[in-house]
């Protein structure tokens, strides 16, 4: 996937596991997630290897726009009506953690590091945002009402929290995998006990922290039935207005914006992979209307995981397996929910308490109907009578032309034209004919 972000210059290569090892710790998955909960273990002192099925950093983590915030669409309103202020908060002081343990720590990388307020705008509903920040300044944190609004965009209202960043994902990731250990193109296949078999060698360690975007084990934990992903797409244009906030559009398929140096960032979408939309068509009108002078650089499509009660799974696999752990759901927010995930797993695995480890917990029950919805949503594609089919779990895929791919609609595994995987959860390639 070429995005604004992969532009750069070729990172280090990490070599093949070629061998059988051990390690205190192994974390499957070298995207923003894998690379942080390796980094607070190793800095902790533990023992930590990571396996990474391409290169580190080149999957999801190259797609993102790479916004660093707490406001996560009109999310706390909403948490606080289902499940109450205490867990609301909970939710917003971890995030608020996440913010501030990235930012620090990237404040002493070279990665275009910069603190931008965050902007979540209704082109309808002002109420409705004008709650919202009530609700935020109420659990404690100064977000603000606001109807101005930069890109000529004509709004209800927004909510505003400041303090918020961005920054430039890869550079940040690459400068912290230097000093980890590291295998690429060592992708699992299956995990038996504590070890974890690659095509050329196994990995056996004490605690195995599963990072790897969408949970691949489908014995345990049920993620197949608890997980939904969901497709966005970005431009990146010239020619354009520079932000000096990054902007989310409280709609279904609203846009997004952020900028980056000489470029403008401006994405929509939330549709299931295996649907194809005119995503590209959007953003194109509305830079004709608001930017008509902007230039396309670049444009791609990324993928997110989204949990069925917007909060991400993190913490052990299952009940039945206590040293087995899963970092998954991060519902597009990726950024300062890896930072919150990566401080929770490392004190779990050391045997800290930790006060985000209940809401955060991948065995805390489901409401019933989104539960049943996902299942429904899973078995319309196992019914469809076609060819080829998903390695992962046996639905029908879709033929994906604008990227020259096989799409799973069901749980969102990819594959390319000669079969290999994309995006799991698949681990196996297809069989072509």
Known sequence: MHTIWTSQPETKLFPKLMNSITADTLVIGGGMAGVLCAHELTAAGADCVLLEAGRVGQGVTSGTTAVISAQHSVLYSDLVRRFGRETAKAYLDANLRGVKRLSETAWGIDCDF?????????????????????????????????????????????????????????????????????????????????????????????????????????????????????????????????????????????FFFRSYQNVLLVGCGNHDPGHDEEDFARIRLFLKEHIPGAREVCRWVNQDCFTLDEIPYIGRYSPATPDLYAATGFNAWGMSTSMAAAELLCDLIQGRQNRFAPLFDPARPMALKPLADNCVHSAAGLLTPALPRCTHLGCALKRNSAEHSWDCPCHGSRFAEDGSVITGPAVKPLRRK
């Open 114 to 254: 910069e603190m931008r307020p965050s902007l979540l705008y209704s082109r309808r509903d002002g109420q409705k945002l004008r709650r919202e920040a009530e609700t935020v300044r109420e659990l404690g944190f100064d977000a603000r009402f606001t109807e101005d609004l930069p890109l000529g965009i004509e709004a209800a209202g927004a909510v505003v929290f400041p303090d918020m960043a961005q920054f430039h994902p890869l550079k940040f990731l690459h400068a912290l995998a230097q000093k980890l250990t590291i295998y690429e193109r060592s992708a699992v296949r299956r995990l038996e006990g504590m070890t974890a078999y690659t095509d050329s060698g196994s990995v056996t360690a004490k605690h195995i922290i599963v990072a790897s975007h969408f949970p691949f084990i489908d014995r345990r934990g049920m993620y197949f039935m608890k997980l939904r992903q969901k497709r966005e797409s970005v431009m990146a244009v010239e020619n354009a207005p520079a932000l000096d906030v990054t902007m989310v559009e409280d709609a279904q398929k609203g």
